[in-house]
T-cell receptor, first 115, second 116 residues
Framework: AQSVAQPEDQVNVAEGNPLTVKCTYS??????LFWYVQYPNRGLQFLLK??????LVKGSYGFEAEFNKSQTSFHLKKPSALVSDSALYFC?????????????FGRGTSLIVHP | EAGVAQSPRYKIIEKRQSVAFWCNPI?????LYWYQQILGQGPKLLIQ????????DSQLPKDRFSAERLKGVDSTLKIQPAKLEDSAVYLC??????????????FGPGTRLTVL
């Protein structure tokens, strides 16, 4: 069965510093990986996805993620954090089940960027 | 384009009562998803529709939860009867294609259910 782990409940970083939010996955087939962000009282918003190709994926709001097959990881990164990046971040994987690609989400990581 | 609409935004009920949530996906989106997000956890897929057919409902507690998408557009999710552990945010999402691996999901704001 597919699964996603986000080992950190919370990540704290100072504004202007680089940030990393970690995600590891387990799938039976090829990994199809996603990052979403959730602001308070709002629905999840898509940031980026890895399907195939270049291991470094660029997404919205200056975020990027690095796919590492040997470490089964898909960490989210940003070179310079903003206070407005403070939110809840979810990693997700889609795997084939019953003929369709079914999504599974991690438990989320709260990112807090300090001024 | 208009986003995914959900109503109500908040609902408080007592256990053993019934409740229904409504979702209107982005126009033209073939695939619709219902998720349950319990506080402190990630969204858990309850049911996935493609048009008006069910693609996956393996995690839907079918003894009390039901969902329909009769005309392949909007959808309702019902809980009957509700339990305390059903307290959660219920998210609806839609995507434009067949629910394939490259599909991007667009989420609604969610309905926060509190069961007393």
């Amino acid at each position: 069965a597919q699964s996603v782990a986000q080992p950190e409940d919370q990540v704290n970083v100072a504004e202007g510093n680089p940030l990393t939010v970690k995600c590891t996955y387990s799938v039976s087939g090829n990994p199809y990986l996603f990052w979403y962000v959730q602001y308070p009282n709002r629905g999840l918003q898509f940031l980026l996805k890895y399907i195939t190709g270049d291991n470094l994926v660029k997404g919205s709001y200056g975020f990027e993620a690095e796919f590492n097959k040997s470490q089964t990881s898909f960490h989210l990164k940003k070179p310079s954090a903003l206070v407005s990046d403070s939110a809840l971040y979810f990693c997700a994987v889609r795997d084939m089940r019953g003929g369709s690609y079914i999504p599974t989400f991690g438990r989320g990581t709260s990112l807090i960027v300090h001024p | 384009e208009a986003g995914v609409a959900q109503s109500p935004r908040y609902k408080i009920i007592e256990k053993r009562q019934s409740v229904a949530f409504w979702c209107n996906p982005i126009s033209g989106h073939a695939t619709l998803y219902w998720y349950q997000q319990i506080l402190g956890q990630g969204p858990k897929l309850l049911i996935q529709f493609q048009n008006n057919g069910v693609v996956d409902d393996s995690q839907l507690p079918k003894d009390r939860f039901s969902a329909e998408r009769l005309k392949g557009v909007d959808s309702t999710l019902k809980i009957q009867p509700a339990k305390l552990e059903d307290s959660a945010v219920y998210l609806c999402a839609s995507s434009s294609h067949s629910g394939g691996v490259t599909d991007t999901q667009y989420f609604g704001p969610g309905t926060r259910l509190t069961v007393l």
